[in-house]
């Protein structure tokens, strides 16, 4: 009976989360050697990539657009295929290694930047959908779409590819994805305070794995540039799947100060860490976890591999456009090499190169931080600051060049005042010769634009940021009808929104007093609210972590129009609205190719499913209305059967397409619905269902989804694809 095999299959789950994990891996790499000869690297800010012939190195380059920032990049050995992240244009590009063209590409969640592979699928981060995307390798079916937390970014998959670990960029916490199930199992995190998580190194002999990552110490109340932030590698053991904190190696101490420890790679026992803002090398012996070496390298390095024989360490400079080839006995940068020229304006490349630097002592005092370091890519890292003048939220600077005035207080007329700032909190001698022309306030002071070329391009730089792509938002008629009702309030006077938040950038570029939880009042520029839903947390003061606080939490509901008039269902409405935001079109970023051009399919390696059951209640005076549906992706045709559990009797029941209950012994069973295929992940609902309150109060029902290729047995479990179990309570 099926009953045997859900208790069968129960007991396998439990299991799985007590074995150990498989070791050694694959992971997400900005640059890769394809063999001895030949690396491919991925160039962010020329929007291609580059194959490079290592033995001719003026002449062997070939370099192809791909699409707007490409991340990293995985080969596929068995189809000769490289994908390709592009973060800012929420694409996959799909190139053909022999022809060295692009076959396709496909879209994806919003800002794609892992990528990995198993046996046959890959694995995408999507760092601002929170979601790890399944694709099938050979016809690129979405097979499933893994909810995470916020910012997911690197992944390691272990060695027997049972494991996926996904690092989490801004809040340092650790996925551990099971790969069968495609589901987390666990979530490590390496504390509160860390951020800046890319890198995942698993060190197969150890069973550990190192994680750099930047320490905030965002509790000090007088931040200066030695308190405010701190480098180390933290240590994950892979057998319980857990941090040592104790274990964890703080890199300033082993070697001199470092910025932003940001990826590293492994050889035998010593560990490569690049410090991508101080633009260096730090070298570890782990067993006496002591520093072997520190290596100058180029602007901003992101990504390294190590070449077969082990003599080289290849590290890929993204802001200069060239590889430092590392020798690995001498512990010196042997060749650089060129992979691109980047094509933005000179003013605009010094400025993001200073931007992202602590290697120049006019930025930084004693390489410890740089401006990307809290605004990284120009955007935020989500965390409370303690300034002179209170608790702040770092604001995202993508567009800031149209929203002055500038900090929360608004308090900069101009983006060239955070001349202050290098000064006071990065400890930099400062951009400008003689004052800071911020006394008594840089709001009226003179001006800082034009007393320094190299302010002005940060200036620069900052203007040239643009919003990623727009993400295909969903066509779901609820959700569209909810925006739109969201809409007719925001603009309603009697509301008020919108007379502070102004199209087109949701804001009046003016100050205003603000009422605070200790009856004073502070006074407060007005946020833009483009791209709200992944700007939390909110306020000045961070102290908002969801919308709905923003909209109903005293005191400032009270300055935020009407809302205590407004029903729940007008709130969400509100809400959903303010969610779907966008900037103009001149702020986003164009695509590379306007037509996306699905590359050529092939059959799949192996089937594989994923189906995710959704269940709601909605009240209606005496009856409930039920609303089921599932998400399901397969490569493979499928069947899926979904059984419902009484856990009071004990009694089981197989539902058919309709909702219908069937005796689940009967010997003709049919599935509950069939799906085509291959089929690509979304919602399917059933009808909705009305029961009496009454007849199910107190009862507890579970529900069972068994997902087949078309035509298998359910009773065979070596048949099944997928199975996921969820209980309803009444």
């Known amino acids: 009976m099926l009953v045997k095999i859900f208790q069968l299959v129960s007991a396998l ?9 498989g070791l050694a891996a694959d992971r997400t790499s900005s640059i890769l050697l394809l063999d001895d000869s030949t690396i491919v690297v991925a160039n962010p800010h020329s929007h291609t990539i580059s194959f490079v012939d290592l033995y001719d190195q003026v002449n062997g380059k070939i370099e192809i657009d791909v699409g707007k920032s490409p991340q990293t990049l995985a080969y596929d050995s068995a189809l000769d295929r490289l994908w390709v992240t592009n973060q800012a244009e929420n694409t996959l590009t799909i190139i053909s290694v022999s022809d060295k063209s692009v076959d396709g590409q496909i879209e994806t969640a919003e800002s794609p930047f892992g990528v990995v592979f198993d046996d046959s699928v890959a694995y995408i981060t999507n760092q601002k959908s929170n979601l790890i995307q399944v694709f099938d390798l050979n016809n690129f079916t979405l097979i499933a779409s893994i909810p995470v937390s916020n910012s997911p970014r690197g992944m390691s998959l272990s060695k027997n590819k049972n494991t996926l670990f996904v690092t989490h960029f801004s809040s340092g916490e650790i996925s551990v994805i099971d790969t069968a199930e495609l589901s987390v199992i666990k979530t490590i995190s390496l504390g509160s305070r860390a951020g800046l998580t890319q890198a995942f190194v698993i060190d197969e002999g150890e069973a550990v794995a190192y994680v750099p990552n930047t320490m905030r110490n965002s509790d000090n109340k007088n931040l200066i540039f030695d308190n405010t932030v701190f480098p180390f590698v933290s240590i994950i053991d892979l057998n319980e799947l ?10 300033d101490i082993i070697d001199k100060p470092v910025g932003m420890p940001l990826e590293a790679a492994l050889q035998n026992s010593i560990l490569y860490v690049a410090n991508a803002a101080s633009n260096d090398l730090t070298i570890i012996d782990l067993k006496s976890k002591k520093a072997l070496a520190h290596v100058e390298v180029g602007s901003f390095p992101s990504g390294i591999d190590i070449s077969e024989s082990g003599r080289e360490i290849y590290i890929h400079n993204s802001l200069d456009g060239t590889i430092s080839v590392v020798d690995t006995e001498a512990f010196i940068v042997s060749s650089v090499i060129e992979s691109t020229v980047i094509s933005a304006s000179s003013a605009v490349l010094n400025g993001q190169k200073l ?17 990307a370091t809290c605004h990284f890519g120009g955007e935020a890292d989500n965390v409370n600051w303690f300034f002179p003048d209170g608790l702040r939220s770092t604001p995202s600077l993508i567009g800031a060049t149209d929203t002055g005035p500038f900090h929360w207080s608004g308090n900069l007329d101009e ?8 000064r006071k909190l990065q400890g930099g001698t400062g951009l400008v010769f003689g004052s800071s022309n911020c006394l008594p306030s840089c709001d009226t002071a003179e001006k800082n634009a034009g007393r320094s070329s190299d302010l002005d391009d940060i200036t620069a730089y900052l203007g040239s940021l643009k919003f990623s792509t727009a993400y295909q938002k ?16 925001f603009f309603d006077k009697n509301v008020g929104c919108s007379d502070c938040h102004k199209p087109p950038f949701y804001m009046d570029n003016k100050n205003h007093m603000m009422p605070q939880v200790n009856s004073t009042s502070k006074s407060l520029n007005t946020p833009s609210l ?16 969801t919308l709905p606080e923003v909209l109903t939490s005293a005191p400032l509901n009270s300055v935020h129009g009407v809302q205590e008039s407004l029903t729940s269902q007008q709130l969400t409405d509100l809400i959903a609205f303010t969610e779907a935001i966008e900037p103009p079109t001149q702020m986003l970023v164009e695509r590379e190719y306007s037509e996306l051009t699905v590359p050529q399919k092939f059959d799949s390696l192996a089937a594989r499913a994923k189906v995710d059951f959704e269940i709601n209640l909605e009240y209606d005076d005496d009856d409930i209305i039920l609303k089921i549906g599932y998400r399901h992706g397969a490569n493979v045709e499928t069947d899926i059967y979904l059984v419902v559990e009484d856990n009071l009797s004990g009694k089981y029941w197989l539902l ?8 689940i012994n009967a010997s003709n069973y049919t599935p509950t619905s069939s799906n085509g295929g291959p089929s690509y992940y979304q919602l399917y609902s059933f009808p909705e269902v009305r029961v009496a309150n009454l ?8 529900f069972h989804t068994i997902t087949l290729e078309k035509g298998a047995s359910p009773y065979a479990i070596e048949s099944w694809l997928s199975y996921e179990i969820d209980e309803l309570k009444f």
Not at 656 to 663: A, Y
């Open 13 to 21: 789950a439990a299991c799985f989360v007590l074995m150990k994990t």
């Open 242 to 251: 857990i941090h040592l904190r104790g274990e964890r190696i703080a890199l």
């Open 355 to 371: 931007f992202h630097s602590s290697d120049d002592t006019r930025m930084s005092k004693d390489q410890w931080i740089a401006c």
């Open 415 to 422: 983006i060239q005042d955070v001349e202050d700032t290098i």
């Open 474 to 489: 969903s066509n779901n008629k609820n959700e569209v009808d909810s925006i739109s009702r969201g809409r007719e309030l």
């Open 530 to 545: 483009m791209r709200l839903s992944i700007s939390s947390p909110y306020l000045h003061d961070g102290s908002a972590r």
């Open 656 to 663: 058919d397409e309709f909702l219908n209950l069937n005796d």
């Open 695 to 702: 007849d199910v109060a107190g009862q507890i029902f579970t």
